[in-house]
């Protein structure tokens, strides 16, 4: 009984995330359409109109994309779940392997990801290679292509495997409060990768060579001394052999913070905008919203964890999902995937709440910078940002409310603009 009730809510939320995000997609095209004529006034003597076009039509087609592979994901997530296909794939497996152990459930989570990664690996491909080539983004080789994600996978597969093994085993043998064992070993984890990405994984992906411009660093190191910030490692990341979208960001932490630029932003920023950008990003540190967002995510993987403790105890939320549970045998790999899956489609709703409070940060740097640097100067570093990445200027605001991490450029610039 209440497994029909589960699935019933589980249909009720799936239909009610994709009926809402059906309607933000077609509200933001029908308003990105509706100013693709004109650039904004307070743009105009920045943005020729042929970019601001460009930025209209990349935006509606980013946006249709974006429906179609909602649609593909749900009916993948339906298949899974209702129509039985991770009830087929764990059936197949007991047969294959002798009893449903730590084998079975290693390969079970294996094999979905597998799957999974073999459904989405066209949709990337037709994200790069048509959708971003044909408005001149894509710098990718198809070799190049290929080859992330071969290595995504075997990366995956070697952090990934050992982490799920020692979680399984928590579950299997730690006891009622296996999920707060659980918690300290994902946070560990969590806290080691911030280390390890910047320095270990990310240099497999990309050359991430020291800055070499002598009076670029000196103007660097001037800023940092300012604004009362030690850090070794400024590095020049080659971007533009993937994209030619530009970006700078701030890794690590501790004796391992490094600021990294990509080499497409370098190229078409001056050396007062590079520093009114970094200013910006050394503003999330000063200001402590990295702490703060990494102490937001661990309040919410206990919650969620300690959520997953009591479900995976519950018959109602393996049938609900159109799982047989295994009466003699672990299901523990199966909760995982079950919970992974149908997270998503509960938590949707509360999407606006993560891009409120991260707007508000992206406000909080943006005044930290024009404290710190000329406020001018960052508005023509975003201004150029905004061209080169074809970002709209007039999202839809209900639109942007609920997904973008960024304010709209006209709220940013406008804020800026009265700081100074
Ligand atoms: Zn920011």
């Known amino acids: 009984m ?9 249909v009720g939320f799936l239909l009610l995330t994709l009926l809402v995000r059906f309607w933000l997609s077609s509200r933001h095209i029908r308003h990105v359409l509706a100013h693709r004529s004109a650039v904004p006034a307070e743009f105009a003597e920045k943005i020729p109109l042929a970019a601001h076009q460009k930025a209209a039509d990349y935006t509606v087609a980013r946006t249709k994309f974006g429906i179609l592979t909602l649609l593909v994901n749900s009916a993948v997530l339906v298949g899974f779940t209702l129509l039985g296909g ?29 799957i999974s990664g073999l459904i989405d690996l ?61 918690w300290l070993v ?62 700078a960001y701030f890794s690590g932490f501790g004796a391992a913070k490094r600021i990294v630029f990509f080499d497409t932003l370098l190229a078409r920023l001056a050396p007062h905008e590079i520093e009114a950008v970094l200013a910006h990003e050394l503003g999330h540190f000063k200001l402590k919203h990295i702490a703060k967002r990494i102490a937001v995510m661990f309040a919410i993987s206990l ?24 009466l003699f045998g672990s299901n523990d790999a199966m909760a995982l995937i079950l919970f992974m899956l149908a997270l998503p489609i509960f938590t949707f709703l509360l999407s606006p709440l993560s891009s409120l409070s991260s707007r508000k940060h ?7 910078a024009a404290q710190y640097t000329n406020a001018q100067d960052l508005v023509s570093a975003l201004v150029k940002l905004y061209e080169d990445n074809a970002s709209t200027l007039t999202p839809d605001p209900l639109h942007s409310a609920f997904y973008d991490s960024h304010p709209p450029a006209s709220l940013r610039i406008g804020k800026l603009h009265a700081t100074h």
């Open 122 to 182: 066209p949709f990337d491909y037709y994200r790069q290679f048509v959708l971003e080539a044909r408005f001149g983004f894509n710098k990718m080789t198809r070799g190049l292509f290929f080859a992330d994600a071969l290595k995504t996978g075997l990366i995956g597969a070697a952090i990934g495997l050992p982490l799920l093994w020692v979680t399984l085993t928590l579950m299997d043998k730690a006891g009622k409060l296996w999920w707060f064992y659980a």
């Open 86 to 114: 991770l009830q087929l794939l764990s059936s197949l497996l007991l047969q294959w392997l002798d009893g449903p152990g730590m084998v079975y459930q290693l390969c079970l989570i294996g094999a979905f990801a597998v």
């Open 186 to 247: 994902w946070s560990g984890f969590q806290l080691l990768m911030l280390v390890l990405y910047p320095t270990v994984i990310a240099p497999l992906f990309n050359k991430f060579t020291p800055l070499d411009d002598d009076s670029l660093r000196a103007r660097i190191e001037g800023l940092m001394s300012r604004v009362g910030f030690a850090s070794k490692g400024l590095f020049v990341m080659d971007g533009s052999k993937r994209s030619a979208h530009g970006n």
């Open 303 to 326: 919650a969620f964890l300690a959520l997953l403790g009591y479900l995976k105890d519950q018959a109602w939320f393996y049938t609900g999902l159109g799982v047989n549970p295994l």
């Open 362 to 368: 992206e406000f909080e740097a943006d005044a930290f």
């Open 2 to 10: 209440y497994s029909l009730t589960f699935s019933v809510l589980f």
